[in-house]
């Protein structure tokens, strides 16, 4: 009875986790990604836990907060990280147009003073 009844709450995180993701009308952040992977994981590794003592529902219930905490930290991080990245390439992509327009303006004046030399 209890294994019935530790899989019956994980049964219905798992609902209830699907209705909540199929609610969003935007795409995941990072952050949220990593909070419903992390619920996942903690929820089940609690139950699995928990189910050691005799107590499958309440382990799923500690570790599925423990859990989302654990994965949003995670995902905020990789969010920063994404975030730097993508500055750091805006930075790249300006230096090689600026690069590009020296490099015009480096041929512009080559030929320009050829020009003058020729006179």
Not at 26 to 54: D, H, Y
Not at 83 to 103: F, K, M, V
Request: a positive charge; glycine letters at 14%.
């Amino acid at each position: 009875m209890q294994m019935y009844s530790g899989c019956l709450v994980i049964n219905y995180l798992l609902a209830a986790l699907l209705i909540l993701s199929v609610g969003c009308t935007q795409p995941l952040s990072k952050r949220e990604q990593g909070g419903v992977v992390g619920g996942g994981i903690g929820a089940a590794t609690g139950a699995i836990v928990g189910s050691a003592v005799g107590r499958t529902g309440a382990g799923a219930l500690i570790g599925a907060p423990i859990g989302l905490l654990a994965g949003a930290l995670v995902g905020d991080q990789l969010m920063a990280q994404e975030q730097r990245q993508d500055y750091q390439q805006r930075e790249i992509n300006r230096n090689q147009a600026e690069i590009e327009r020296l490099r015009r303006e480096v041929e512009r004046l080559r030929w320009e003073n050829a020009r003058l030399r020729d006179r």
